[in-house]
Nanobody
Framework: QVQLVESGGGLVQAGASLRLSCAAS????????MAWFRQAPGKEREFVAR????????YYAESLKGRFTISRDNAKKTVYLQMNSLKPEDTAVYYC???????????????WGKGTLVTVSS
């Protein structure tokens, strides 16, 4: 049974940093492209970042480039999202997701986590 478990969310002030983690189990982690998405209250889920199986290639939502960094540790079966200079508009539930193989799309993921809430106060 595949499980993706996010952690690291919480309440922070604007300008702070957070690092989210997503621990995977039940799959051969290195064979999956991994991604982060987020869903703000009352809004649709949106793409945040994607990382290739090797970790060498990353792709970001244009609006988040420079503030967010995705990375992965295949030995630990974990993907990370480092978020800097957080803004109130970054408040959302953050989800990690997995897609088998070398995926260069956005939303067609095979597995999803249940999310972790990030709240940024002004």
């Amino acid at each position: 049974q595949v499980q993706l478990v996010e952690s690291g969310g919480g309440l922070v002030q604007a300008g702070a940093s957070l690092r989210l983690s997503c621990a995977a189990s039940g799959l051969t982690f290195s064979t999956y492209t991994m991604a982060w998405f987020r869903q703000a209250p009352g809004k649709e889920r949106e793409f945040v970042a994607r990382i290739s199986r090797s970790g060498l290639t990353t792709y970001y939502a244009e609006s988040l480039k420079g503030r967010f960094t995705i990375s992965r540790d295949n030995a630990k079966k974990t993907v990370y999202l480092q978020m800097n200079s957080l803004k109130p508009e970054d408040t959302a539930v953050y989800y990690c997701a997995a897609r088998f193989g070398d995926y260069t799309g956005v939303y067609e993921m095979d597995y999803w986590g249940k999310g972790t809430l990030v709240t940024v106060s002004s």
